[in-house]
């Protein structure tokens, strides 16, 4: 892990909290420097968690609602325009599990980058994992699992547990 990761956790933890609006664009102002790239215009909700902010880009004028958990261990690229929900999980790396005989904790982490393109919505608590690439102008349902690999296309509609295409935006 990166000192600039340590350091960061370090400043989040003071800033994660505080409910008023103005904390939202402080969040982004003082959390810019240890980001790959974290646009402007973007609001960032009181109790957002990042992880491996070193690996994380964010585009312009997005907005994380409350309690949203980003963990960008093997990179995540979040388009300008995108509106994520609240308590919404997005995870690019997950255990290694496959030796039966090895305790998991053992056996390491695997990582894939997600990419959740330009004037995305995600709904209310939706989970999208490792692998994942969301087309521009989507629409994800509430309550959404984004498997890993998933592919959606531009302009999709997606809901579900496991998440799938349930129709197009009109383009």
């Not at 880009?57 to 963990?71: D, H, M, R």
């Not at 608590?125 to 994942?132: F, H, I, M, P, R």
Request: glycine share 12%; hydrophobic share 40%.
């Amino acid at each position: 892990m990166k000192f600039s990761d340590k350091l960061f956790y370090f400043l989040q933890a003071f800033f994660i909290n505080f409910e008023f609006n103005i904390f939202d664009k402080i969040r982004v102002f003082l959390y810019r420097p240890f980001f790959k790239k974290l646009g402007y215009g973007t609001r960032i909700c009181s109790g957002v968690h990042f992880k491996y902010p070193s690996q994380i880009k964010i585009g312009n004028f997005c907005y994380l609602g409350k309690g949203t958990i980003v963990a960008g261990l093997g990179g995540i690229v979040i388009g300008d325009y995108a509106l994520i929900g609240a308590h919404v999980k997005i995870c690019s790396g997950t255990h290694v599990a496959a030796d039966i005989d090895k305790p998991i904790c053992f056996q390491g982490l695997r990582k894939k980058s997600i990419n959740i393109g330009s004037d995305v919505w995600i709904g209310f608590d939706c989970t999208v994992l490792l692998g994942s690439k969301i087309g521009d102008h989507s629409i994800i349902g509430a309550n959404s699992v984004i498997l890993e690999d998933s592919d959606f296309s531009d302009y999709s509609i997606i809901a579900g547990t496991p998440a799938s295409l349930k129709g197009k935006r009109n383009a």
